[in-house]
């Protein structure tokens, strides 16, 4: 308990209140420190979660030993973290800056498609199921009319067809196309033309020689 209020105190609280005497000032010399302060300080942070776990519970005055270190970083006097900066942090951030830069690009991508895609889902879950919700209201608030409407609309439906297929067999027998007779046809009604003349011929003069 001890160990968390100063490190809430002098981790957090004093640092952050002199980086805004810093900003407030435009002091550039103080503000070089504290930025450097905040970067050490975010490293180990993230560290401390591992030595917790895995050296607190055993090593001897490993509580005490965090007090005094975090003192050590945020002193202007001694400097910590310009020396852990500058010394280790620094030339390592220098020399994997590409991969870093690589390697943040890559999640945001991931997680911008993974966002969208979410997004689309849930989307598309909330249509339908507003699109279900707003059909199962109307049928059950009037399902009866709403199906006698159907019903209705089925019934001149057929009829209209019927009436256009009536129509369409009226105009199918006014416009049909006369019937092509063939030449066999042609000469056989010919044929019968000419029988038919030469009898008649023949009567009228059997009536004259009468």
Known sequence: MNFYFF???????YPAY???I???NKDVRGYVHWMMYWIVYAFYSASENFTDTFIGSWFPFYHEIKIAFTLWLMSPATSGAGTIYRRFLHPKLLKYEPEIDACIVNIKNQTSNFVFQWAARVFGVVANTCTETFWNTALRAGGAQFLNQLR??????DLDAADGDMTANMFAGLWS???VRSRAYLRNDASTSETDMVQSNNQQLYERER
């Open 18 to 20: 002199s980086s805004y």
């Open 7 to 13: 490190s809430i105190v002098f981790g957090l609280l």
């Open 177 to 179: 196309p006369p019937r």
């Open 152 to 157: 209705r609309t089925q019934s001149l439906d």
């Open 22 to 24: 810093v900003v407030k």
